[in-house]
């Protein structure tokens, strides 16, 4: 596994921009690119990958951006999807203004440019079945053979093209192909199918059509209605380059668009493949698209990951030639890192136990005053409450501790966070030995935290007071897969974590807690950061974990001595 993308500072450049800037350097200054979804699934950080590039270099040389949906398969493609797909663009921060646009907008169009591609002689309607075309193709080794309906006449053709979209012939019964090279050694110009026989309602243009243009005919001629001058994609279409320009040659197009292609991003314990990620929604291995443990776009703004974060993170991998797998400690650590910033603090108890101050009096309450955000001084301060039962991490206590841990123990003295010192003095049972309750004194000289004498303390811990507590459900992610390369060996469900999502049900939280949006991400102090799920019902708040605060990627860069 290489990580050879990792290590650019943010905004390198990179080959494609050093094309744009050549070419803008040689006059050609109306640079135009575009993002062009399929919209038949759910985008994925993979597809941020690619936003971002679209939309960064267009940004960067003046030029602009389009959003354009290459809707040509009405067999797969829905409504709802080209509806998420918008929001997630927004959502990562990029904007097309009035520059959306659909393949499906153009379909006249290339209609008319298949039958002048008849008309020149540069296309033939097929009689032959999807498996004879694919039989006729011949292999990377063998080439093709010609079809025998190859040499149809231009009127033949036309006729026959005609008679495809008025519906005279069944789904499948005949294809328009492009009449190239059977014998070109790349498979893409052995007569690619440009037209096929579908009857799906398309979710825009209804029943209006039964015949479709493939990807292949309608993506590049998209490109040259729009006028894009850079039509980057990732390296699986190089192989289609030569097709791209051949349809762009032989046709009357407005403009020449170029076609670039970089890596792909590929990401340690992901599947980035919308057919993948819709068998995965589909076998009900996670709980929908937006699952919080999904690569999508959806399924991270859930979990809580800012948008800022992707763009940094999209930033750092950079963009080359060259398939690399990227390993998710650096999203991990672009999300901590813009977290730290910006998140609230806040305390929560995730499991919790009682913790009894003796010597506080009963009924009353002390408002302690708590930093927002140490990182940034703006965010400024809030009041805790205190009292004399509160809650503590269950695992911030041991009876017996052995040497390593500073924690609470019996007779232990420990610093509660913004609060005051306590010392356990007892530890109360239930009849079958758990440990429900702790009993201990504090001292009223260390209120903020300090002792006027000056003695320390090995360990600070956070706390809920019991009577503001406000309850909540917690949800910790974990990888959705347990291999860094889920499906290598195999069938990608058998490589499914069952630890990647556990429920903590019965957590408390202080009150300033109560009245986040959905959607906010919050430090909890000493645990990692949670965001808002609109799961929340009025009497029980559920919080996503996004990520904990161990940074396993600044370790590692660490541990190889290399720099961030
Ligand atoms: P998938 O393989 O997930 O179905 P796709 O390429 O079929 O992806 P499209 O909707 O056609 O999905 O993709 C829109 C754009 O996003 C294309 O230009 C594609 O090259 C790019 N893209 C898709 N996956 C990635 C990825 N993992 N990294 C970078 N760009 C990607
Ligand atoms: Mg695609």
Redesign the pocket.
């Known amino acids: 596994m290489s990580t050879n993308e990792n290590t650019a500072p943010e905004q390198p450049g990179d080959f494609i921009r050093d094309v744009i800037s050549t070419d803008v350097a040689a006059g050609r200054t109306d640079v135009v690119t575009r ?4 919209p038949n ?1 759910y985008l ?1 950080i ?2 941020a ?2 936003i971002c590039l679209n939309f960064g270099v267009a940004e960067e040389f003046g030029g602009r951006c389009h959003l354009r949906f ?1 809707d040509t398969n009405p067999a797969k493609e829905e409504q709802e999807f080209i509806d998420a797909i918008q929001a997630d663009v927004r959502w990562l921060g990029f904007d097309w203004g009035d520059h959306l646009y659909f393949a499906s907008d153009n379909f006249e169009r290339l209609y008319e440019w298949a039958e002048h591609l008849i008309s020149e002689g540069n296309a033939y309607v097929d009689d032959l079945s999807a498996d004879e075309i694919r039989e006729y193709r011949g292999t990377l080794t063998e080439p093709g053979r010609n079809s025998p309906h190859r040499d149809r006449t231009p009127d033949e053709n036309l006729d026959l093209f005609r008679r495809m979209r008025a519906g005279e012939f069944d789904d499948g019964g005949r294809v328009l192909r492009a009449k190239i090279d059977m014998a070109s050694g790349n498979i893409n110009l052995r007569d690619p199918v440009l037209y096929r026989i579908l009857r799906a309602p398309h979710p825009r243009t209804g029943d209006a059509w039964c015949i479709y243009p493939t990807y292949d005919f309608a993506h590049g001629q998209s490109d040259a209605i729009e006028g894009v001058t850079h039509s980057l ?2 390296l699986e279409f190089e192989d289609h380059r030569p097709l791209y320009d051949w349809l762009v040659e032989n046709l009357p197009t407005p403009a020449t668009p170029r076609q670039y292609e970089f890596a ?2 590929n990401l340690t314990y992901s599947m ?4 993948r990620l819709t068998a995965l929604v589909n076998d009900g291995h996670v709980d929908g698209w937006n699952d919080p443990r999904m690569p999508t776009l959806a399924g991270l703004r859930r979990r809580g990951l800012p948008p800022e974060a992707l763009r940094d993170f999209a930033g750092r991998i950079g963009v080359t030639k060259s398939d690399s797998v990227v390993e998710m400690a650096l999203l991990d650590h672009c999300v901590r890192e813009y977290l730290n910033k910006h998140a609230l603090r806040r305390m929560a108890v995730l499991d919790p136990l009682k913790v009894v101050i003796e010597n506080y009096p009963e009924g009353e309450t002390d408002e302690l005053d708590a930093v927002n955000n140490p990182e940034d001084e703006s965010a400024g301060k809030r009041v805790v409450p205190f009292s004399r039962e509160l809650w503590v991490e269950r695992e911030d206590f041991m009876e017996d501790p052995p040497k390593k841990f500073f924690r609470l123990g019996p007779g232990r003295e420990v610093r509660l966070r913004y609060a005051f010192f306590i010392t356990c003095t007892d530890v109360i049972k239930d009849a079958a030995g758990n440990i429900t309750e702790l009993r201990c004194t504090y001292d009223p000289e260390t209120r903020g935290g300090n002792a006027p004498d000056g003695r320390k303390v090995k360990a600070t811990l956070h706390w809920v007071s019991v009577a503001h507590a406000i309850p909540a459900e917690v949800r910790l992610y974990d990888h959705l897969f347990t291999r860094t390369d889920p499906g290598a060996e195999g069938d990608m469900a058998d490589d499914i974590n069952p630890q990647s999502l556990t429920v903590q049900a019965d957590c408390q939280l202080e009150p300033a807690l109560a009245d986040v949006a959905a959607g906010e991400t919050i430090q909890f102090e000493r645990l990692g950061y949670f965001c808002a799920d609109p799961d929340a019902t009025p009497d029980r708040l559920v919080f996503n974990r996004t990520i904990g605060l161990r940074d396993a990627w600044a370790k590692m860069q660490k541990q190889s001595g290399g720099k961030k």
């Open positions: 993002f062009p979804p399929e699934g994925h993979g597809h990958k690619s290459d994609c990732t792909r991003l980035l493949s919308k057919r």
